[in-house]
């Protein structure tokens, strides 16, 4: 699976936009970009995913650069329980049937009241 | 929707006893999930079901671990012969199993082992 690279930690004040980066250089034309986060003391939940187009949803949004190199996890409006780890996964298109996914360390984001 | 349960939540055990883990997955779910986490590192896969078949073992999976989903519906992990490497946040997951790339996975609480 090709690899990504998050921040290690991001602080964001409470009710403000965060922009949590991931950088994927190798990424493939055929590779997925899923991002989960962790919230303390659970299991990492879905939040977005997405291919080429950006993405929006009830949690989040995914910005996608043109290029694909990168991409741009944006919560619109942090709340204190948006305080965890964030995860950036690529999966690749074309392995049906193999699903598992491949995580890295993350960003830990910490929401300042 | 229950969501994927797995129990203990907490597990202490003295190095070298048995210890077994289990995941109950969302009901309708055809892939179940291990994983396992250590205190600032990413969950690492251990070994993932299509129904009661194990489709792929991780090499972090030693002799010593063995997992089973006999009817392909809940989950059991055994670990034999604990050691203190063994401590670690043990995952499930579960996932339909029909959805390629989209495919979403529902992660449990996950069972908190500690080997003394």
């Known amino acids: 699976d090709a690899k990504t690279t998050q921040p290690n930690s991001m602080e964001s004040n409470e009710e403000e936009p965060v922009h949590l980066p991931c950088n994927h250089s190798t990424i493939s034309g055929t590779d997925y970009i899923h991002w989960y986060r962790q919230l303390p003391s659970q299991g990492p939940e879905y939040v977005i995913h997405?291919?080429?187009s950006n993405v929006n949803n009830r949690m989040a949004s995914l910005a996608i650069a043109e290029d694909r190199k990168s991409s741009t996890l944006i919560l619109h409006r942090a709340t204190l329980r948006d305080a965890a780890v964030y995860y950036c996964?690529?999966?690749?298109?074309?392995?049906?049937?193999?699903?598992?996914?491949?995580f890295g360390t993350g960003t830990r984001l910490t929401i300042i009241p | 929707d229950t969501g994927v349960s797995q129990d203990p939540r907490h597990k202490i055990t003295k190095r070298g006893q048995n210890v077994t883990f289990r995941c109950d997955p969302i009901?309708?779910?055809?892939?179940l999930y291990w994983y396992r986490q250590t205190l600032g590192q990413g969950p690492e896969f251990l070994t993932y079901?299509?129904?009661?078949?194990?489709?792929?073992k991780s090499r972090l999976l030693s002799d010593r671990f063995s997992a089973e989903r006999p009817k392909g519906s809940f989950s059991t992990l055994e670990i034999q012969r604990t050691e203190q490497g063994d401590s670690a946040m043990y995952l499930c997951?579960?996932?339909?199993?029909?959805?390629?790339?989209?495919?979403?996975?529902?992660f449990g609480s996950g069972t908190q082992l500690s080997v003394l």
């Open positions: 996964i690529l999966r690749d298109g074309t392995n049906f049937g193999n699903e598992k996914l491949t």
């Open positions: 997405g291919l080429t």
């Open positions: 009901s309708e779910h055809n892939r």
């Open positions: 079901f299509q129904n009661e078949a194990q489709l792929e």
């Open positions: 997951a579960s996932s339909l199993g029909d959805r390629g790339p989209n495919e979403k996975l529902f």
